[in-house]
């Protein structure tokens, strides 16, 4: 079953816009991580948050963590047309190590 | 090396052919995962290892599917008398130990499946 569940499913925005991203998981997490994946190609890392920490950043990211509400946020700033890609969001729990994707967002930066 | 190294990058297979994926993770990574992800969103976990010992597998077909990571070895991802249903990217993800970098699983780029 899917533990992350992002929304907005899809997102267009302008260049130069802001782009923020949500994601949601149903149990206790370890560690939440967000991960872009361009059209066609592998995924890439982007940003490891622990489930202690409320708030990280890294370059243009912004990714908050509200284990409360286990919900978790990145913010992308100033976005640029390179941008355009599906981000996914993937928690891991246990001590199994894997991790569990959510669906994705697909974000649109229209130059 | 210094990333995921995944071949091949195409692969078309029959059904009922066998179809291989191999993975070489990052040197110094003692943790190994397989993904399937379908239509381009959903990511499905198939098994990991650490080292060559079977770590969770609770994702993988029992039937058809298989994997191995043997020492000296690219780990491999064995599907059997495929089926369309297994036509999908299979990525290949590795990270260090747990304690050392919290977990961080860096991916390689995939395997497409087609099975026709």
């Known amino acids: 079953s899917q533990q992350g569940e992002e929304d907005p499913q899809a997102l267009s925005i302008q260049e130069g816009e802001n782009a923020t991203m949500n994601c949601s998981y149903k149990t206790s997490i370890n560690n939440l991580q967000w991960y872009r994946q361009n059209s066609g190609r592998g995924l890439v890392h982007l940003i490891l948050?622990?489930?202690?920490?409320r708030e990280k950043h890294s370059g243009r990211l912004r990714v908050t963590l509200d284990t409360s509400k286990k919900s978790s946020s990145l913010l992308i700033t100033a976005s640029r047309a390179a941008d355009t890609a599906s981000y996914f969001c993937?928690?891991?729990?246990?001590?199994?190590?894997?991790?569990?994707f959510g669906k994705g967002t697909k974000l649109t930066v229209n130059p | 090396g210094e990333e995921v190294a995944q071949t091949p990058k195409h692969l078309v297979r029959g059904e009922g052919q066998k179809a291989k994926l191999y993975c070489a993770p990052i040197k110094g990574h003692s943790y190994v995962f397989w993904y399937q992800q379908v239509l381009k969103n959903e990511f499905k976990f198939l098994i990991s290892?650490?080292?060559?010992?079977?770590?969770?597998e609770t994702g993988m077909p029992k039937e058809r599917f298989s994997a191995k990571c043997l020492p000296n070895s690219p780990c491999s991802l064995e599907i059997q008398a495929t089926k369309l249903e297994d036509s999908a990217v299979y990525f290949c993800?590795?990270?260090?130990?747990?304690?050392?970098?919290?977990?961080?699983?860096?991916f390689g780029e995939g395997s497409w499946l087609t099975v026709v």
């Open positions: 290892f650490q080292n060559e010992n079977v770590f969770d």
């Open positions: 993800a590795s990270s260090r130990d747990r304690e050392y970098s919290g977990n961080t699983i860096y």
């Open positions: 993937a928690t891991d729990s246990g001590g199994s190590e894997k991790l569990v």
């Open positions: 948050i622990r489930s202690n920490e």
